[in-house]
């Protein structure tokens, strides 16, 4: 596969911690502030006990592949010149599973349960408006 | 009350269908359902109206429609759950006398000329992506086609169920689908096409994932009585069910692996006081072939991981020991949402079925699924009364 492209996505107000955060090369996660549950960033409410004032909280960034597809047909438009990439469920170390692009990755040998770890790419220019940076994750090389 | 009864199906030209909205082809749908029964527009006094994607039919229908003073009306949106939980609701609004002769109507457009069927699902002229959302579309699991295939591979990986075993399902379908005048794909299949279709989103190949139709589908149900007296034979609902379970990202997730059928299948099953021995049709949900496969599993018809050997064996096909999609379904039929395995389940209880019809037909079994295997719908149906013994 060549070199994967990301079209651009710009901050709102509600993501500028997690894309501030990625700017640093840090992944931020949803912790509930009660039972201390660690969740997906989209996440609202804790499934446990309800809460619905999650906090951000950093992640390690380590984690293992729970699925993958390679992506042939274009879903949506600003996906065009992706195509084929490799889109993956990851399960972080803390327990988040987060749907995310692999990169540096041969789809070959891919395995549910293989480690994986967050990489920080660039989004495309688009226009004026330079894109975040974003999460990403790359299979890690098994130990020799 | 002896319980309540589907009395009449109507179904429009389907499939590419231009220059005609949702809400003409709904009010088409309703007409022929009604006209199907026997009874007329005026014995209406219950509408459900579901939209699919183009979402241009609603309740202004009732108005198309010139229906008198009605005792029930509602827009229902479960997704692909919708046609039961449509039923479900006309059933218990009949049980309650809350209303006498529901109309439940699909109607959808999202096909327009000179497009790919694909574009219908999310092809359209982007917006720029913001926020996390933004992310997420940027991450690319970005359509249907994308998160049924993560949830597949899931299976593959667990389980060691292969591409394969799925076009086994693909083909099995197509081979019903001969036999279909409605069908918009008849040509037999075999799994080295399926192998040989392109790849959509790896492991899903082309011939993996369903068609995209325009088309209008409505039944008209009533009290399982009244229904014995009216024009077409009875198709009685023994039974339904419903789960709702929406996606958990984090470990232990079942997500892709077992879905809400596992719940609303007993559910119904249990109501009919049937289990997956006695059922001799099943119509399921197959917006792509993995979630018959797994719809199978959820079900009991086979222990859960097997439900590759178990669709690749055969018995799927005309001929085999579990009729199912005996239409051809979404894979090769047409694509109505809930509406096509309800459809065609009325066919094969009616005995309609002409060169696909089904050896027997006592216990019918019709799910919809919904979202990425996250909303689950069941009906159990017979053409005999509720809660008759079937003999075996």
């Keep these: ?144 | 009350m002896t319980g309540a009864a589907i009395a009449g199906l109507g179904i429009t030209e389907l499939g590419k269908v231009y220059g005609r909205t949702a809400t003409s082809l709904a009010a088409e749908a309703v007409r022929l359902a009604v006209a199907d029964s026997g009874l007329s527009l005026r014995d209406v006094d219950g509408l459900l109206v579901s939209h699919g994607m183009s979402q241009d039919v609603g309740l202004s229908l009732a108005s198309v429609l010139a229906l008198g003073e009605l005792n029930l009306l509602a827009e229902v949106s479960a997704f692909g759950a919708t046609a039961g939980a449509m039923v479900a609701q006309a059933v218990q609004a009949v049980a309650a006398g809350a209303a006498t002769t529901v109309a439940c109507v699909f109607a959808d457009t999202p096909l327009k000329p000179r497009e790919r069927s694909g574009a219908a699902w999310g092809g359209r002229p982007g917006r720029s992506l913001r926020g996390l959302s933004g992310w997420s579309v940027a991450s690319g699991a970005a359509s249907p086609n994308i998160l049924y295939a993560l949830c597949a591979r899931r299976h593959m990986e667990r389980y060691g169920t292969t591409s394969e075993q799925l076009g086994a399902i693909a083909v099995a379908q197509r081979a019903w689908a001969a036999g279909n005048p409605r069908a918009a794909m008849r040509q037999p299949l075999t799994v080295a096409e399926h192998q040989a279709s392109r790849w959509i989103a790896e492991p899903l190949h082309l011939l993996d994932c369903c068609l995209v139709s325009n088309g209008a589908v409505a039944v008209v149900v009533t009290a399982a009585d009244r229904a014995a007296g009216l024009r077409r034979p009875p198709v009685h609902v023994w039974g339904y069910g419903q789960a709702h379970e929406p996606r958990q990202m984090r470990a232990g997730s079942n997500w892709g692996l077992v879905t809400p059928a596992a719940h609303s299948g007993p559910q119904a099953m249990r109501m009919a006081r049937v289990g997956p021995d006695d059922v001799d049709v099943c119509e399921l949900y197959d917006c792509y072939t993995y979630t018959v496969l797994v719809t199978l599993e959820d079900y009991g018809f086979c222990p859960k991981g097997e439900g590759g050997p178990f669709a690749a064996d055969g018995r799927l096909a005309p001929g085999g020991k579990l009729a199912c999609n005996t239409g051809g379904g979404q894979l090769s039929a047409y694509y109505m949402w809930g509406m096509t395995p309800l459809s065609e389940a009325v066919i094969q209880v009616r005995g309609d079925g002409g060169d696909r019809q089904a050896p027997r037909n006592d216990v019918i079994l019709v799910s919809g699924n919904g979202g990425i295997l996250e909303h689950h719908a069941t009906l159990v149906l017979s053409p005999h009364p509720a809660h008759r013994s079937v003999t075996g």
């Design chain 1, 1 to 144: 596969m060549t070199a994967p492209v990301f079209p651009a996505v710009e901050r709102d107000e509600a993501s500028e911690p997690f894309f501030a955060a990625a700017a640093r090369g840090e992944l931020l996660v949803r912790r509930c502030p009660r039972d201390g549950a660690m969740l997906e960033p989209q996440a609202r409410t804790c499934p446990d006990c309800g809460c619905g004032e999650l906090h951000w909280s950093a992640a390690s960034g380590q984690g293992t592949l729970v699925g993958w597809a390679v992506v042939h047909q274009v879903p949506v438009p600003t996906l065009a010149a992706a195509v084929p990439y490799l889109t993956a469920v990851v399960e972080l170390a803390e327990g988040p599973w987060l749907m995310v692009r692999l990169v540096d990755t041969d789809e070959r040998g891919l395995r549910a349960g293989l480690p994986v770890a967050a990489r920080f790419v660039p989004s495309a220019s688009d226009g004026d408006a330079t894109g975040e940076i974003l999460v990403a994750f790359a299979a890690q090389e098994a130990p020799a």
